[in-house]
């Protein structure tokens, strides 16, 4: 059962409209506190479409098995189907050969790899690892575990008040570095990184880059091969996707001189006594059973989003966040967080004297559903001298009219607090 080629071909003949994809969304179709359901937390997990669903039931009915270890024909199909869901990555990203897409279980994953695989291997004592001002905590923490352990420094390019990265320093930076480790956008703020010129800085003093692309991957099309990096980290789940799986995608000169992360099965070629043989990309870092329904769930989003297009979804993207800016600066006494000129449809907000908490407890009573913290990624508010924000995050499926919502909620924030 195959999607995407009548998809594909459908969507080439007749672009569909907005309000039509976005009926493809099943859970979007419900009410919530008697309210229509407004989903503005996308960048926390997006949500899947008719297509995605349909093909992980016809996953779970007709072809589960475990895959690369059975003669048996549903082993077959489910290896089939997990390996071509491999292949519709690497074509997603545009990477020079699927083998150098390794499946993970998420973005935190896929940087924890890298951290053992590459960290372990290259990286020694008082080397330095330069992270951005803007890292969610999975692309901190595994480097200060790493650090700790190796007596390794990290050194941090900072960042401006409108959120975005201040790279006057970074050459000097780079001096003694082992590995750069960035994201493409922020999740916090929404800022779009020079990711190009930071890997040509970082690549003229033969210094390898990491990008965190969570939140870019589901707004633009990415080419890993244009972007230049070294790795390329992403999770299903935040690109219409499934939880459970994600993607490591590196450079086959790294991945092929790093050591696996877990040992077990399906990573071997032999195990013996007296040792063991990997197997080659990219089962050298998948061990165990992997998140097979998953994956060929991943592989049905790529389908999915390629039948749309990512210009096109880019485009749409820009019109929502310019609307939903310009609404929520109209509304006053509202700040918004992340003014970068580069941005991805992320508004992350204050409302003076109204605690986020709130703001979202008072939104979700309208329907209205935003995340309210620091949204893992507690050295930008610091940096920011605030303990939290309120954040819409949109996706290509939202509307002007959850835009509405979300203000029309705002108002009743504003009424309840008197601010
Ligand atoms: N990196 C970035 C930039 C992220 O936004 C997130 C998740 C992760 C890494 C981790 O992804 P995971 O799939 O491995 O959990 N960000 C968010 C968020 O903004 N709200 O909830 C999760």
Known sequence: MEFSAKKRAEAAERPRDWEEIRSDFPILKQSVRDHPLSYLDNAA???MPQDVIDRLVWY????HSNVHRGVHTLSQRATRAYDQARE???RFINASETKECIFTSGTTESINLVAHGFGRLFIGEGDRIVISAMEHHSNIVPWQILADEKGAEISVIPMSDRGELILDDFDEMLEGAKLVCV???SNALGTVNPIEEIVDRAHKKGVPVLVDGAQAIPHMAVDVQELGCD???FSGHKMCGPTGIGVLWGRKEWLEKMQPYQGGGDMILS???EGTTYSDLPFKFEAGTPSIAAAIGLGAAIDYLESIGMDRIARREAELLAYGTDRLQELGGIRIVGEAADKASVISFVVDGVHPHDIGTILDDEGVAVRAGHHCAQPVMDRLQIPATARASLAFYNQEIDIDRLVAGLYSV??????
């Open 271 to 273: 195990v013996t006594w």
């Open 60 to 63: 779970h009915s007709g072809e």
């Open 414 to 419: 504003k009424e309840i607090f008197g601010v």
């Open 231 to 233: 790795f390329y980290a």
């Open 88 to 90: 519709k990555v690497a």
């Open 183 to 185: 994201n493409h956008v």
């Open 45 to 47: 997990s997006s949500q």
